[in-house]
């Protein structure tokens, strides 16, 4: 299984970006799918995470300014940035739990997205 991101950048501080994550490969399924980050030097944080009912949950520093969703018919996790701060400057990481045809689930992680917001 790989997870494929896109959508990181650069952008002002109030800006705005939307970041994908596709899986792809031998899926029967995907449970949670979440979204992390890491600054330099710090520990990786989750953002927002989505499970296989919809419901969603936030870090509360970005509660109200981020939206996550997801497409189940295209195995793709979206996270959409609004009001963006420096502060939100990290490397964004999608994480998906995965269902294979056997009924073991693993995490799986994307390759990360640099997201520089300036202020």
């Known amino acids: 299984v790989q997870l494929v991101e896109s959508g990181g950048g650069l952008v002002q501080a109030g800006g705005t970006l939307r970041l994908s994550c596709a899986a792809s490969?031998?899926?029967?399924?995907?449970?949670?799918m979440g979204w992390y980050r890491q600054a330099p030097g710090k520990q990786r944080d989750l953002v927002a995470r989505?499970?296989?009912?919809?419901?969603?949950e936030y870090a509360g520093s970005v509660k109200g300014r981020f939206t996550i969703s997801r497409d189940n018919a295209k195995n793709t996790v979206y996270l959409q940035m609004n009001s963006l701060k420096p502060e939100d400057t990290a490397v964004y990481y999608c994480?998906?739990?995965?269902?294979?045809?056997?009924?073991?689930?693993?995490?799986?992680w994307g390759q990360g997205t640099q997201v520089t917001v300036s202020s």
């Open positions: 490969g031998t899926i029967f399924s995907i449970d949670t």
């Open positions: 994480n998906a739990f995965v269902r294979d045809y056997k009924d073991i689930t693993r995490s799986y």
């Open positions: 989505i499970r296989s009912g919809d419901s969603t």
